[in-house]
């Protein structure tokens, strides 16, 4: 039982044990693509009220738009430079709305964009398509520390059930803490994190099956 800041009890957003009731989009991973408009809201209460959806078809610039946000941040924490142009490069969101394996999705604190994350249906270390992966993952700054991206993190896996990985890379220190948080608070501590040092990616790793 967490204690929220105004002094009130509230639990902490576990993961969901209930059956899911939304159709599984492994069977048609590119279904959200179409704009099926289908909502995921979190079967708990986050600190703050957390929504997560698809991203259609029309809103591929407003993702560009926050792919310049998360470039940003990875940029202080990578020690990249700043572009030339005065714009990140935003090659994560190519093929996001096209026919790939990556699925976009907006994250909402209230009534406010908060974030985005971008799921892959096959593994980036093995291309194993019976993994999901967490590709990408952003909640910006203006909404972070109230629970947003722990209640968009269990909302996403809820989505897709089955085997994850979820990379952080090296100097990432703050996105480790937050990823083996949820994923331990999530899994009772069953999961497994290694570092791998391949081609694909040189950071941590953590692979769990959910539920
Ligand atoms: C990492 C990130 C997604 C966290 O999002 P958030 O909405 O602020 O996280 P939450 O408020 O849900 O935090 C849940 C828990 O994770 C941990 N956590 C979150 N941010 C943390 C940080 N900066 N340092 C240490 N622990 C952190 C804490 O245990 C936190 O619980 P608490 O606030 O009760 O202490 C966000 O900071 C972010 O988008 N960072 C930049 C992009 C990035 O690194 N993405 C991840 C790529 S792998």
New binding site residues.
Partial sequence: M?IRRDGAARP??ERNTEPSSRPGCRASPKQHLLGCGEVLVPRYH??MQTTVTPAKLGEEPVLRNLAQL?AY??AE?MGWDIPDSGRFPDAIVDGCFGNTSRCPFFLRAGDHL??FAIVDMRSRLTGDESVHD?A??????T???????????VALFDRFPGHWE????DR????L???R??IGRNTAGRFDEVRHDGPGWRGTVQSFDWP
Avoid: K
């Avoid at 990408?136 to 700054?141: D, L, Q, T």
């Avoid at 909404?143 to 993190?153: D, F």
């Avoid at 979820?166 to 890379?169: G, I, K, S, T």
């Fill in positions: 967490r902490y957003p986050p600190r998360y941040d990875f924490i908060a974030g967490m990408e993952f952003f909640v910006a700054r909404s972070r520390r109230r629970g947003v991206g722990a209640a968009a993190a979820v990379r952080q890379a990432n220190t703050a996105a803490a937050f990823w948080a949820i």
